[in-house]
């Protein structure tokens, strides 16, 4: 292995935009997630579910359950692959805030549910699994902090919305709160690999970037059920998830002192299939078509 001394040096000197902060403050709002879960536990008596309920966040908490062990995993992975040794610190604490989510949604699906997740919905694995298993750090950071992350917490934001369970909701606070942390990494760390990029990786990158959101659109019709079932409105829902990552992007440009004009295409392009998943309309059959054909070239 080779010791980078000189960006340790750099580390040491730069005081400006050091994602080590993350990690501290990490610390400092570390939970306990049994103590936290047992106290909610306490406080919140047993839960009465109607069966299209309980199916609903059955079907909602497994995407999410298995989403935080991704990000477990690519945090993890992105510790070891990142040079820059404030990133490296961040991820970490991202790695251990995974797990806990994971470990903790496990127990209340099996205590409050009577629930062991298996299989995910294709449509959910398709997304996870390109962030996962891609070995680019730039479509990691870009697909797990700036499109994952934000989706998790529109996800937990209408939950606690629903108000279907008060103890999910009180303990998606603390879900919530970690996640708005992780989306720092993304927005310092993405601006110097992107402009590392040469013309022909940044296509890449972009058209990948719009490979993830259609899967993620189908994502979150595959829900579409389940959140009627909760009375939310999965158009708000998908409105909300795509203004979370448009803000995302637009910080992304102004941390990289450039206009937003590069993700320009690709709000279009989102809006563009949002109207044809959400707004299905016969006059507009052979455009639906077309831009369904678009999108099933790109999809590997
Ligand atoms: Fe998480
Ligand atoms: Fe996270």
């Known amino acids: 292995m080779i010791i980078p001394f000189d960006i340790y040096y750099q580390f040491l000197s730069d005081d400006q935009n050091k994602l080590d902060k993350v990690y501290h403050k990490g610390q400092d709002k570390i939970w306990n997630g049994k103590e936290v879960l047992d106290s909610l536990f306490e406080k919140h008596g047993d839960l009465d ?10 079907n909602i908490l497994s995407i999410i359950f298995w989403g935080e062990y991704v990000a477990w995993n690519v945090a993890s992975d992105l510790s070891s692959k990142l040079d820059d040794f404030g990133a490296k610190m961040a991820s970490v604490s991202q ?13 209340y699906l099996k205590k409050r549910l009577d629930y062991r997740p298996k299989a995910m919905m294709p449509a959910a694995f398709r997304v996870l699994n390109g962030v996962g298993k891609t070995n680019n750090v730039a479509k990691k ?9 934000p989706v ?11 108000q279907v369970d008060p103890l999910l909701s009180e303990l998606l ?11 720092a990494l993304g927005i310092k760390y993405l601006p110097n690999l992107i402009k590392k990029m040469n013309i022909l ?5 972009v058209i990948w970037q719009i490979r993830m959101i259609n899967a993620e659109i189908e994502g979150l019709r595959s829900i579409e059920k389940d959140l009627i079932a909760l009375d939310l409105k999965p158009i708000e829902v998908f409105e909300f998830t795509e203004k979370k990552q448009v803000d995302c992007l637009k910080t992304l440009s102004a941390e990289m002192g450039v206009s937003d004009i590069l993700w ?8 563009f299939r949002k109207h044809l ?15 369904n054909s678009f999108f099933e070239a790109i999809k590997k």
Do not use: C, N
């Not at 579910?49 to 059955?58: G, I, R, T, V, Y």
């Open 49 to 58: 579910l109607s069966p299209e309920h309980s199916l609903a966040l059955k």
């Open 95 to 107: 790695a251990h805030d995974e797990a806990r989510h994971f470990y903790v949604m496990g127990d």
């Open 141 to 149: 950071l870009l697909g797990m902090q700036l499109m994952v992350e």
């Open 152 to 162: 998790a917490i529109t996800i937990f934001r209408f939950l606690r919305k629903s």
């Open 173 to 183: 606070e603390y879900y919530e709160r970690d996640e708005a942390r992780h989306i």
């Open 201 to 205: 990786q940044l296509i890449d990158f």
């Open 264 to 271: 320009r295409p690709v709000g279009r392009i989102i809006s």
């Open 277 to 291: 998943a959400f707004y299905p309309h016969k006059d507009h059959i052979f455009i639906r078509k077309f831009i």
